[in-house]
């Protein structure tokens, strides 16, 4: 203890409270009634557990956690619970489960097997061409789905027949290579997990009661004693005497089955009911203790061991309470087998049969009559199972039965719990083999009494099918409608009679055009027919209220909503049905409709009944002329395009001869009205008279509309205008882009001089100009002069959509940006030359580019000394409005060759950038 003190001193707060933590945790749970029982899974279980599939893992923890949860469930039962064969969780539990989960899938009969041959690359020349000439073996390359035969049979047509039945995933490769015609493939084989379904789904009834998982069929250890409880030894019997003696006592029965009373004596007890032993002493303490009454009930009930044996799952012996019966014996050994028989469970008891349970008539009939209860020494013999059959289908508990005696078909159905509503009971079928050794199917209807008449015979199958799920002698009604769904069809039925008025429509409903999809042949295509409902509603009982059937199906569609997700699984039907003699009935619409795409081809469709199934006309169609392409098969099989003008003024006046009958994929385009987009607009701001948003024409001049708005206003510096257009800002965004990614180049290049001299101060000037160029807004200016050529090129400028002409106030202000010492503006001066408003701006600095000094102009020009050869010098007079720029001086030894031109861009972007937001503040 002092070693632990010594060390508790030498730790920090925080390890001494982790400590205490998991102290107090170990006391909780060691104090915890199932603390014992915990589940433990060793060290290489959970090695096994890790390694297993993610599918495969979680079913074991699931079974691992049910096992754990009935234990917890155990060890919290009653303490007078009497001890009782141990269903503990132990290791070869786990190791079970664990084992089970890692068995490999085999193949098995009707499997399903994805098979995946490649042609091996390895080939020679002469197995090429082997594999290339052989038309059989090219139809296997790829992925192929395959189907086992009922002896677990792969069948490769005209190759081979391969067994598998049994062979892992791993054997099945194997086996397939092995196959001689199959050298040339090299071979990836999987099975498919499946779910079996009807009569292979099929299981045993009544076997899973006696599982684990399930709810004990034990008898209770507590509560009241039945009088025919038969006492021996181990019983406690509490005796209560009042009256002249009085006093509470517990005794038990010896093994000699004798109970010792005082001042009574000994009573031999054993083999008696506790009713006939509670009579008995009653009549004792009357005669021996005058004056005294005596209440005797049980205390502590025996244990007794009996036998489980036969075909059950864990046959021996199990301890048990007195009060168990034969199902609670049977549920301690495991449950029965599943060879073994829930109909003829014996009870034996000193070697003679005393009585006998059939498990069914505790399942079905909660009959509990056979269900002795148990004595000591007792034998419950589980015999063979007997004769079986199934039943399948329409009914409430499909399963495997045990029959006996002379079962009809009749009495299978109700120990199936009777049919179920859907069941088609004209249509049963009952598979059987007969004496040959054949299978045969024999027609039953359960209507008509001969269901009580077939006996029926081991090996068995009833089948009972559902009827068809079709309704007959209905109308669907789908699409934007209230209420869709079936509705009933009676002869003479019209579309009027099914929707009555547009109120049961939904808003936006199309009523011109409503498809009908029918089948005239059960089972056969489906044709489709179109109604103007509006006409319909219109005339009831007109030639537009279109006569229904049975089964057809009406779909109303919205103007807003897309058409195509209920046509297209209607079109790909066409499809299935077509043939060389009869092409896929569809025609097609696009362009200038409300809803272009594939519709179905009607009898005798018209021009105007695909544009109504369009959705009609969009309001920019073209009226003069649309366009109908045509498809044919020529006579030397080629397949031509013919174009139709089809002349839609005609089409809409109802003329039968412009409205041509339609054929299967006719497409049709309806063209949209030549420049109907073209209505721009420009907005005119600042110094005009009347300033504003225009609406322009294509063809337009920047001087129509300057005169529409009354020209500018006497303050008006239409040397200073700013003229932006979208597009020339998207082309400035261009340059912009690449610009960037060139200084980028060029920074990597600097950085990886970084040890020349001056290499550092390169890369920082670089990085900043970097960081600006990112920071720069493409504005898109259009340099013009207004004051100069406003009667020539500027004024006959063509507008574009979304221009836009800023004209400020007459500016008296001179800018000096760059490198100055201060970058300031100054107050216009006409005597004041370039280089004094520079002196004023504080001089230029050590990095100024004194040859490169330009000057941009109010409207955007730029000025410099440099002189073209043939081009007259322009004057470097200083004007109101203009900005003076002197640009960075560009080391001819560093590798930026660029700079130039990206500061350029900085400073005239930020001039027209400037001058934007001045005139919008």
Request: aromatic share 6%; proline share 5%.
């Amino acid at each position: 203890m002092e070693i632990i003190l010594t060390y508790l001193r030498r730790i920090d707060f925080w390890s001494r409270y982790a400590l205490a933590v998991i102290a107090i945790f170990i006391i909780l749970m060691t104090n915890s009634p199932s603390f014992a029982q915990t589940l433990q899974i060793s060290p290489v279980q959970q090695q096994m557990l890790n390694q297993l599939p993610p599918a495969q893992r979680q079913q074991a923890m699931i079974a691992i956690q049910q096992l754990e949860s009935q234990q917890i469930s155990e060890s919290q039962q009653s303490i007078n619970e009497p001890i009782q064969q141990s269903n503990s969780i132990s290791s070869n539990n786990i190791d079970s489960i664990l084992m089970a989960s890692t068995v490999e899938a085999t193949a098995r009969s009707k499997s399903r097997l994805v098979i995946d041959f490649t042609p091996i690359e390895s080939l020679t020349s002469q197995l090429s061409n082997e594999l290339a000439e052989d038309g059989i073996l090219q139809r296997l390359i790829g992925s192929h789905v395959f189907v086992l035969n009922d002896s677990g049979v792969l069948s490769l047509q005209g190759i081979a027949m391969i067994p598998l039945l049994g062979l892992s995933e791993n054997d099945i490769n194997l086996r397939l290579m092995a196959e001689p015609s199959l050298s040339f493939f090299s071979i990836d084989a999987r099975i498919l997990s499946q779910e079996p379904i009807g009569v292979e789904a099929l299981r045993p009834f009544g076997y899973d009661i006696f599982k684990p998982n399930v709810a004990s069929l034990s008898s209770p250890s507590s509560g009241p004693v039945p009088p025919d409880y038969v006492l021996g030894p181990g019983d406690l019997i509490r005796v209560q005497f009042f009256g002249s003696v009085n006093g509470i006592y517990e005794y038990e029965v010896s093994r000699e089955g004798v109970l010792n009373l005082p001042e009574i004596g000994p009573v031999t007890v054993a083999g008696l009911p506790f009713s006939e032993f509670r009579t008995d002493l009653d009549k004792r303490v009357q005669e021996m203790l005058i004056g005294t009454q005596v209440s005797v009930t049980m205390g502590q009930l025996k244990t007794i061991r009996v036998y489980v044996l036969g075909d059950v799952n864990r046959p021996g012996s199990v301890v048990v309470s007195g009060l168990e019966t034969m199902t609670g014996a049977l549920y301690h050994g495991g449950g029965v087998s599943p060879v073994g028989s829930l109909r003829n469970i014996q009870l034996k008891r000193n070697g003679k049969v005393v009585s006998s349970l059939d498990a069914y008539d505790l399942l079905i009939r909660g009959d509990t009559s056979g269900n002795s209860r148990l004595q000591p020494g007792d034998v419950i013999f589980v015999s063979p199972i007997g004769k079986t059959v199934s039943i399948s289908g329409a009914v409430n508990r499909p399963a495997i039965y045990e029959v006996k005696r002379l079962t009809t078909a009749e009495d299978l159905v109700s120990l199936a719990g009777g049919l179920t509503p859907e069941a088609y009971v004209e249509g049963a079928r009952l598979q059987r083999i007969n004496e040959s050794g054949e299978r045969t199917v024999l027609p039953i209807n359960l209507n008509d009494g001969s269901a009580n008449k077939i006996i029926v015979i081991a090996g068995d199958t009833l089948l009972i099918p559902e009827v068809i799920s079709e309704i007959d002698k209905a109308i669907e009604l789908a699409g934007h409608v209230h209420w869709p769904g079936d509705y009933p069809w009676h002869a003479g039925m019209r579309l009027t009679d099914l929707i009555e008025s547009t109120e049961i429509l939904k808003a936006n409903a199309d009523i011109n055009y409503v498809l009908i999809s029918r089948q005239k042949i059960k089972g056969g295509p489906k044709i489709a027919l179109s109604v103007d409902l509006s006409k319909a509603l219109q005339a009831p009982g007109g030639a537009d209220d279109i006569a229904l059937q049975n089964g057809d199906t009406v779909s109303v569609f919205g103007l807003s909503l897309g058409r195509q997700r209920t046509i297209e699984p209607l079109i790909e039907e066409f499809s299935l049905y077509s043939t060389i003699n009869l092409p896929t009935q569809q025609v097609q619409v696009s362009g200038s409709v409300r809803s272009p795409g594939i519709y179905p081809l009607e009898p005798e469709m018209r021009v105007s009944d695909l544009i109504r199934a369009g959705g009609n006309l969009a309001e920019d169609a073209f009226l003069m002329r649309a366009e109908l392409m045509r498809y044919s098969i020529k006579s030397n099989g080629v397949r031509s395009t013919s174009l139709i003008n089809i002349d839609l003024k005609a089409v809409l006046r109802g003329d039968d001869i412009a409205d041509i009958t339609l054929n299967a994929y006719d497409y049709l385009i309806i063209k949209r009205v030549p420049e109907w987009d073209s209505v721009w607009s420009i907005v005119l701001e600042g110094e005009f008279v009347h300033p504003g948003s225009y609406q322009v024409h294509r063809g337009e001049s920047l001087g129509d509309v300057i005169r529409r708005a009354g020209g500018f206003t006497s303050h008006a510096f239409p040397d200073g205008a700013v003229f932006l257009r979208d597009s020339l800002r998207e082309k400035e965004e261009e340059q912009i882009q690449i610009l960037r990614r060139r200084m980028e180049s060029d920074i990597n290049s600097i950085s990886s001089q970084s040890g020349n001299i001056g290499s550092g101060d390169s890369l920082r000037m670089s990085e900043t100009l970097l960081d600006q160029l990112n920071e720069t807004e493409a504005v898109g200016r259009l340099v013009i002069d207004l004051e100069k050529d406003f009667s020539r090129s500027v004024g006959s400028l063509e507008v574009r959509n979304n221009d836009r002409l800023i004209v400020p106030m007459k500016s008296q202000i001179v800018t000096v940006i760059g490198e100055t010492q201060q970058n300031v503006s100054h107050l216009y001066q006409s005597n004041l030359s370039r280089n004094e408003y520079i002196d004023l701006s504080g001089g230029l600095t050590r990095r100024a580019d004194k040859k490169l000094i330009y000057i941009v102009r109010a409207n955007g020009e730029v000025v410099t000394k440099k002189r073209r050869m043939f081009a007259k010098r322009k004057s470097m007079k200083i004007l109101p409005g203009d900005t003076i720029v002197v640009p960075l001086k560009v080391n001819p030894i560093e590798p930026i060759s660029l700079w130039t031109s990206v500061t350029q861009m900085l400073y005239q972007s930020s001039i027209a950038v400037a001058a934007v937001k001045t005139l919008n503040n």
